[in-house]
């Protein structure tokens, strides 16, 4: 492991601290007695405290310190002073291991007493402490400038997600992200607890992937020798649950869909699916408006919730249009009764990209996405859906060729999808045969399988019930006005990460390296090679290994060639 200069200089202290008989990683249970967040809120002069946390920053001057402890409600000043700790002769604690041993991001304990700065500053006097983790990697340090500039904040995106956990430690404005995806996931079981409804849990690993028209993965089971997918959606099973007897079942589901990445997708995603007997669509909305605007306020306090230039009110009533209404009214195009060839010609005429494997519902949802969903900013329903589009659909009880189901658009965006559920077997058997057909036209979105198990469950008979599902993230990405869902997810899909190549570098490449770091602009190759004070021919060799290993590059800007590091 190839280490740099900082991170084999804090190896350095712990072997110190070890030779002085301080072990680093102790196992004994820290007692804490007090958070940052309950002593400013309990404050009183001369009480006895002891707090833990990370060390965020220090001003040693002599024989005294302020500093910054960090622990997960906040960050609280403590004062460290020579004699304060270190009432005898020996001042080993103060002036070895607190100076000069630890580092900021080590996590220490602390005992001793509050007291208030001359301006106000509401202060622990340090008593004692101790170092409960060494830590070994430097935090990225953001400094302001006498001009009120930020530099070298860790603000990269791609950096904070693949390392969330200093994201979350020098960011930690960051964590009310998570703190409000946590009550809203609260919110929602305490709303559908109230009303009677019962949570479970259904498989993640299915013999046949179904409930969405989305690609799965696949994995294999040695023992049984059987392919298993990754659930697309867990819809089928919680309707068993309605055959079998339960009157409402909801589950907090971690889906996988093996699709594109964007902003709103990753392929591990959270979603909520409900399913209540005896009910129906329109139920549905009203009980889908009082379900969110509830979860609005106890997320944020209020129905209303900034995203992007929006204000967006979740408060109930939501405007409700049907789906063909919304694209006559965004189009001048009537969709009603048009045969395939009639909606391929449409859509191609107006600059949709359109091919082959399309049938009628593919052709309608990507008329709709391109020239409808973007002008639905406060939550509104999309009703009333055609057949082709919704295979798990009851038909409309009152409208030839359309469903009873429902999409809720905010933003643009579909947060939630309901219906009045299919539970005809002999009907829902014709649908799964259609969606079959479109896949073997070529359509790798379209059911593949059909689920024999699930229509053997109909046929004992499911009662009249309506579903809803939720994309968990989209919501929580509304109500903390985050346009990426990378955003709201602790640990996002990445690209796997570059590897810096292993390699065994010389005193000459140190010596370059040494040059390099010891400013953040480039140099000009000319001067590192002067400081270097290399000859002609080891020069070339150690700049030629570095290059060729992607540690330092060389550019050429206007007439000068600069070196600087990777």
Not at 35 to 42: A, F, L, M, W
Not at 266 to 277: C, D, G, K, L, S
Not at 390 to 400: A, F, G, I, N, V
Not at 446 to 464: H, K, S, T, V
Request: with cysteine; hydrophobic share 35%.
């Amino acid at each position: 492991m190839q280490l740099s200069e900082q991170e084999i200089i804090r190896r350095e202290k712990l072997n110190k601290l070890v030779e002085m008989g301080i072990n680093a990683f102790p196992a004994d249970e820290y007692v804490i007695t007090d958070t940052t967040e309950s002593i400013k809120q309990d404050f009183a002069d001369n009480k006895q405290v002891k707090i833990a946390g990370r060390l965020m920053s220090r001003r040693i001057q002599g024989k005294a310190s302020f500093a910054e402890l960090q622990d997960s409600t906040g960050r609280i000043q403590v004062y460290f002073n020579r004699d304060e700790i270190c009432t005898g002769e020996d001042k080993t604690l103060y002036n070895e291991v607190y100076k000069h041993l630890l580092d900021i991001g080590d996590i220490i304990g602390v005992e001793g007493e509050l007291f208030t700065t001359q301006v106000g500053e509401k202060t622990v006097l340090v008593k004692n402490f101790t170092l409960l983790t060494k830590s070994l990697r430097p935090l990225p340090q953001a400094k302001t400038d006498e001009n009120g500039v930020v530099h070298d904040a860790f603000n990269d995106p791609e950096l904070r997600y693949r390392q969330r956990y200093v994201d979350l430690t020098v960011n930690p404005q960051i964590k009310e992200v998570f703190v409000k995806r946590t009550k809203l996931f609260n919110a929602m079981r305490t709303f559908f607890n109230d009303a009677g409804y019962f949570e479970v849990e259904t498989p993640i690993l299915q013999s046949i992937p179904g409930g969405a028209a989305a690609r799965p993965f696949i994995t294999h089971h040695n023992a049984l020798d059987i392919p298993l997918y990754l659930r697309i959606a867990n819809e089928l099973y919680l309707k068993r649950l309605i055959v079998g007897g339960f009157d409402g079942v909801y589950e907090f589901s971690k889906n996988f869909r093996n699709e594109g990445m964007d902003r709103t997708h990753n392929p591990e995603f959270t979603a909520m699916e409900i399913y209540v007997a005896y009910k129906d669509y329109n139920w549905m909305m009203d009980f889908t408006e009082k379900l969110l605007e509830f979860c609005a306020v106890q997320v944020n306090g209020t129905t209303k919730a900034t995203f992007g230039e929006y204000e967006v009110d979740f408060k109930a009533p939501y405007q409700r249009i049907s789906m063909t209404d919304a694209i006559l009214k965004f189009t001048g195009f009537d969709i009603t009764g048009k045969t395939e060839q009639e909606l391929f010609d449409f859509a191609k005429s107006i600059g949709i990209e359109v091919n082959e494997t399309m049938g009628k519902g593919k052709l309608i949802d990507e008329i709709f996405g391109e020239k409808c969903e973007g002008n639905f900013i406060q939550p509104t329903f999309i009703t009333d859906y055609p057949i082709e589009m919704s295979p798990l659909t009851k038909k409309h009880r009152s409208k030839e060729g359309l469903t009873e189901r429902f999409e809720l658009m905010v933003c643009g965006k579909e947060i939630a999808n309901a219906y009045s559920e299919l539970n005809d077997p002999i009907d829902q058997r014709e649908r799964f045969e259609d969606q079959l057909k479109l896949s073997e036209k070529g359509d790798d979105e379209a059911g593949q399988f059909i689920d024999e198990d699930f229509l053997r469950a109909l046929e004992y008979g499911m009662p009249p019930t309506s579903g809803l599902g939720i994309g968990m993230d989209r919501l929580i990405m509304f109500l903390t006005n985050n346009a990426s869902i990378q955003e709201v997810l602790f640990f996002p899909q990445m690209k796997p990460e570059k590897v810096t190549p292993q390699i065994e570098l010389g005193e000459d490449e140190k010596v370059i390296l040494e040059i390099l770091n010891s400013q953040k602009e480039p140099f000009s190759l000319a001067e590192v090679k002067e400081r270097s004070q290399l000859s002609g021919k080891k020069w070339d060799k150690a700049s030629k290994t570095l290059t060729k290993n992607n540690l330092v590059k060389v550019e050429k800007i206007d007439e000068n060639l600069l070196m600087k590091l990777v």
